[in-house]
Each structure stands twice: as structure tokens, then as C-alpha cells.
């Protein structure tokens, strides 16, 4: 089946910008998480999402980053006023809850944002 | 904030070979997990293991547990060169079991 889908690949900004990346999910995997990986800081929980409940944004590095869930199924991840430090590889997974395998997640290829 | 550290940071072996990656990390977790990421995949999941749990085997996988120690190892049996890849432990904690904290990191290299 298919597995999740980030878009875009690929997306270089000036610095000030805003910008959108979007995830769509497994179908049917109630929880949603965003990561982001950097050579310098490695692999970081950015946020996550699980099914109507209020969303875990505890991993979000300022208040510039905010993210939404419409519909419990696609998510977009909003970097407002882009910093050169958020270059980065941004990774969406998801993972279905209620059923043995529900703490394995799986993960989209990533969106390499450049900021420059 | 990184709670997993894995060593060595980079494993190069010959194809058939075993390869040993070490993880430990700093605070009680409820349960580890070992990703693997290279670039024709992704980052796809291993294999989870609890933290009452000591061994965990999937195919050419053993995982170990010693929470005394705070420490995993995850064992490759008869390598090949497509195991070339970066692996990752990532645990849980507190009262998050959906929160994953990664390690830095190893880097195996199989040669055929």
C-alpha cells in the first residue's frame, strides 16, 4: 500500500520567508508525528498529533514553527520568517494506534529544506 | 536533546561478516527501538523492544537490553552490502510511549 508522502522533496528559501510542508499520512493511522534532522542537532521530535486530541507540540523549537492536522489525516508544518539554522531534512511519519504493532512509525522520504 | 548515543559512530565490514551496534542512553525509557536509514528508503523501523524485555530477535536481528547498564546492542548477523546504512536507536520515556528521542547514529558500511 501506500506509505506516507511528503511534498515538497526539495524547497530552497530566502531567509524571511514563510513556508508550508505537507504530509500525508498512511491511511488510517490515527497519529502523526513531525521530526527534523540536521547534521548538527541529529534526529528531533518536532510534534505530534493523535487523532482529536490536543497535540503534543513540546518539540517545536520556536514560535515560528507551528503546525496543523485537518481532518485527522494530512498535516502541513508552517516555518514563518525562515532562519538559515532551520535548514533541514523535515520528516513526517504516522502510526496506527490499537493494534500490536502501534509504537512502530513509519516515516515519509522528507522534505530538505535550504534556506539561504 | 539526544538520549541515545550509539558507538561506534562508523562500522565498516566485510559482506558475510557480524556487525555489533552499541546504544545507551540516560534516563528509564519504556521501551527501545532501532531504526535504519540510507538513502534509498528512508528511515524504516526495526525492531521495538521493552524495557522488560532482555532479547529480541527478527531474522538476521538480535537485540539486546541491559537496563542496569542503560544500553542496547543490536546485532547483524551474515552482513550484506545492501545493510549498508546509517542505524539509530530511539527510546521512549515518561509517559510517552510515541515521543522518540534518537541517538546520533552509526554508519555501517559493508563491502562486498
Known amino acids: 500500500g501506500a506509505g506516507v508522502s511528503q511534498s515538497p522533496s526539495n524547497k530552497v528559501t530566502e531567509k524571511g520567508k514563510d513556508v508550508e510542508l505537507r504530509c500525508d499520512p498512511i491511511s488510517g493511522h490515527t497519529a502523526l508525528y513531525w521530526y527534523r534532522q540536521s547534521l548538527g542537532q541529529g534526529l528531533e521530535f518536532l510534534i505530534y498529533?493523535?487523532?482529536?486530541?490536543?497535540?503534543?507540540k513540546s518539540g517545536l523549537p520556536s514560535d515560528r514553527f507551528s503546525a496543523e492536522r485537518t481532518g485527522g489525516s494530512v498535516s502541513t508544518l508552517t516555518i514563518q520568517r525562515t532562519q538559515q539554522e532551520d535548514s533541514a531534512v523535515y520528516l513526517c511519519a504516522s502510526s496506527s494506534y490499537g493494534q500490536g504493532n502501534r509504537y512502530e512509525q513509519y516515516f515519509g522520504p522528507g522534505t530538505r529544506l535550504t534556506v539561504t | 536533546s539526544q538520549q541515545g548515543e550509539e558507538d561506534p559512530q562508523a562500522l565498516s565490514i566485510q559482506e558475510g561478516e557480524n556487525a555489533t551496534m552499541n546504544c545507551s542512553y540516560k534516563?528509564?525509557?519504556?521501551?527501545l527501538q532501532w531504526y535504519r536509514q540510507n538513502s534509498g528508503r528512508g528511515l524504516v523501523h526495526l525492531i521495538l523492544?521493552?524495557?522488560?524485555?532482555r532479547e529480541k530477535h527478527s531474522g538476521r536481528l538480535r537485540v539486546t537490553l541491559d537496563t542496569s547498564k542503560k544500553s542496547s546492542s543490536l546485532l547483524i548477523t551474515a552482513s550484506r552490502a545492501a545493510d549498508t546504512a546509517s542505524y539509530f536507536c530511539a527510546t521512549t520515556s515518561g509517559g510517552s510511549n510515541y515521543k522518540l528521542t534518537f541517538g546520533k547514529g552509526t554508519l555501517l558500511t559493508v563491502n562486498p
Open positions: 523492544i521493552r524495557s522488560n524485555e
Open positions: 498529533f493523535q487523532g482529536n486530541s490536543a497535540p503534543d
Open positions: 534516563t528509564s525509557i519504556n521501551n
